[in-house]
């Protein structure tokens, strides 16, 4: 993996994504704390995070998901200590529930920081053609490259994410 972009440009990218989308985040960041709080997702939370991460494409499928499902797969998700694919892998159990969504349940939610694995941004370090196997060098990789630049994994996804829409536009 590799960095398509100057690692100086991550805050000029991420500040890019907030100018043009200070909105979109909204929704999902008023339930952070309340689901961080519980430490797990209700089914409305969950809509609430998937309509964010899909654009409500998968909607119809979470909604077939039961309240105390949601809650059970969540709160295990969030608090276990098991291995990285583990917890994406538990997640994924929901309705609904791919990779770009468990992801993003793990980067809003979990105590641990977690890149979010959309195509645009697994494209900006060079993920052309995923393969799930490369969930936790993904991971990791993210998590060094936030470190090495001093931010948080909030705004390298927003910086990833940006770099890779502002090249397809």
């Not at 998937?50 to 105390?68: E, V």
């Not at 709160?75 to 994924?92: H, K, M, P, Q, V």
């Not at 993920?127 to 060098?137: L, R, V």
Request: aromatic share 12%; with cysteine.
């Amino acid at each position: 993996m590799q960095l398509r972009f100057n690692e100086s440009q991550i805050r000029y990218y991420a500040c890019k994504y907030l100018a043009e989308h200070s909105c979109y985040d909204k929704p999902v960041e008023r339930i952070v704390d309340d689901v961080k709080g519980r430490g797990y997702l209700t089914k409305c939370d969950l809509i609430t995070l998937s309509d964010w991460a899909k654009n409500g494409r998968n909607i119809r499928q979470i909604k077939c998901n039961s309240d105390d499902f949601v809650k059970e797969i969540t709160g295990f998700a969030l608090s276990s200590d098991t291995a990285e694919r583990d917890r994406i892998c538990y997640l994924r159990r929901l309705n609904g529930v791919g990779p770009a969504v468990a992801s993003a349940i793990l980067h809003w939610f979990h105590k641990d920081h977690y890149p979010i694995w959309s195509p645009p941004a697994r494209n900006s370090v060079g993920i052309d053609s995923p393969k799930w196997g490369e969930w936790e060098a993904y991971v990791s990789f993210c998590r060094c490259l936030a470190k090495k630049n001093k931010v948080n994994m909030q705004t390298l996804d927003r910086a990833l994410w940006k770099y890779s829409a502002d090249r397809r536009a």
